[in-house]
């Protein structure tokens, strides 16, 4: 049985990698894009290079859009909720304003959460349903209050806010979900070299999507509630 796997923002950056790397272990890629020119070219370079996929135009910030994207996905078994935006342009808390932090809140934690609710029946049904959203170390509470740590000095407070409540929320959907066989995980991929936030990462993408791909292959995955990265468990 073929895996059926739904990658939000997967015409660029981290999202095409992982439809790349995904689709060639076998799995169908339904690409979700806001733009679905750019969504069919994603998919036009995925199918030659051997990818079975699909474009769905998915904006995770409007409702509508997400429940017309799930009319053309029969069935999933998993969501990768990669779709993120970083508007804060290294602006200190006491000067960033609300507009900003709405941007950064409502494609990384109001559109995550509207994505998951609208296709979690789908992988409720599915043998073993995943989510898997990614999130930042930047939202680590612990890390940010280490004034050792590059985080503790990063200005993006509304960005960051944004990765701790995505943290929460996989925390609490997973606990919501014990007992089922949908596990829900976050994953850190660091700070990947792509166009998001300016570029100029120190991990390569393929790096950067190493730790989802291991969770979206697991023959036996039972984790669940965790947030990690390639080198183990971020904290909280």
């Known amino acids: 049985m073929t895996i059926k796997t739904?990658?939000?923002g997967a015409d660029r950056g981290m999202g095409y990698e992982l439809a790349l790397e995904l689709g060639l272990k076998g799995q169908h890629i339904y690409v979700g894009s806001r733009n679905l020119a750019h969504g069919q070219a994603a998919v036009a370079r995925l199918e030659a290079?051997?990818?079975?996929?699909?474009?769905?135009?998915?904006d995770v910030t409007d409702h509508e859009s997400i429940v017309d994207a799930k009319t053309?996905?029969?069935?999933?078994?998993?969501?990768?909720?990669?779709?993120?935006?970083?508007v804060d342009h290294e602006t200190k808390p006491s000067e960033l304003s609300?507009?900003?932090?709405?941007?950064?809140?409502n494609v990384n934690y109001f559109g995550?959460?509207?994505?998951?609710?609208?296709f979690l029946p789908l992988l409720k049904a599915a043998p073993a349903g995943r989510i898997i959203n990614i999130s930042s170390a930047v939202g680590s509470l612990t890390?940010?209050?280490?004034?050792s740590t590059s985080i503790h000095k990063l200005q993006a407070s509304g960005y960051q806010a944004s990765k701790s409540a995505v943290n929460m929320f996989t925390v609490k959907l997973a606990a919501e979900l014990e007992g089922t066989p949908v596990t829900v995980n976050a994953v850190n991929p660091g700070w990947v070299d792509t166009?998001?936030?300016?570029?100029?990462?120190?991990?390569?993408v393929q790096v950067g999507?190493?730790?989802?791909?291991?969770?979206?292959?697991?023959?036996?995955l039972t984790d669940s509630g965790t947030f990690s990265d390639i080198d183990g468990i971020v904290p909280w």
Request: proline share 1%.
């Open 112 to 118: 995550l959460i509207d994505v998951t609710q609208v």
């Open 143 to 147: 890390l940010a209050s280490d004034a």
């Open 72 to 86: 053309s996905i029969p069935n999933l078994d998993i969501l990768i909720n990669n779709a993120g935006i970083a």
């Open 49 to 58: 290079a051997g990818v079975q996929a699909q474009t769905v135009q998915l």
């Open 6 to 8: 739904l990658i939000t």
């Open 98 to 105: 609300l507009d900003a932090i709405r941007q950064d809140f």
């Open 209 to 220: 999507v190493a730790r989802t791909v291991e969770l979206a292959t697991s023959d036996t």
């Open 195 to 204: 166009s998001f936030g300016g570029g100029g990462g120190n991990r390569t």
